[in-house]
């Protein structure tokens, strides 16, 4: 979540937006980070999970960062046998979203038997 939203910040427009929403369906919450930046190239969607991969790479010093946060957000998805999908549009922004299973309560009552 924490890398999502940062790129939503830093990549997004100045004085834009960034809107993370949480739904929820039967027994999973799906996850949107969605920013009203300029958008990702059709081009470049395909790769943005890689490790290293830039989009920008003539603003990757100005931007900072390794190219390894989205490949990262990928593979603790996946590790919760999920996807992270991206879709976005040329001038409008883009929308980064998953789905997670539901969690349980744990009844976290404390025992006063044990003070």
């Known amino acids: 979540m924490t890398n999502l939203i940062v790129n939503a910040i830093k990549y997004g427009k100045d004085n834009g937006t960034v ?6 369906e039967n027994d999973e ?3 949107s980070v969605k920013d009203d930046g300029p958008g990702i190239e059709q081009k470049h ?3 943005i999970f890689e490790r290293f991969y830039r989009v920008e790479k003539s603003r990757a010093k100005d931007r900072g960062g390794t190219g390894l946060g989205l490949g990262i957000v990928k593979h603790i ?9 991206v879709e976005s549009v040329m001038g409008e922004g883009t929308n980064f979203f998953f789905k997670l ?4 309560v744990i009844n976290n009552e404390i025992d006063s038997s044990r003070r």
């Open 101 to 104: 299973k539901k969690g349980k």
């Open 19 to 24: 809107l993370v929403k949480f739904a929820i």
């Open 29 to 31: 919450v799906e996850v």
């Open 77 to 85: 998805v996946e590790a919760h046998t999920s996807k992270v999908e």
């Open 45 to 47: 969607l395909s790769r």
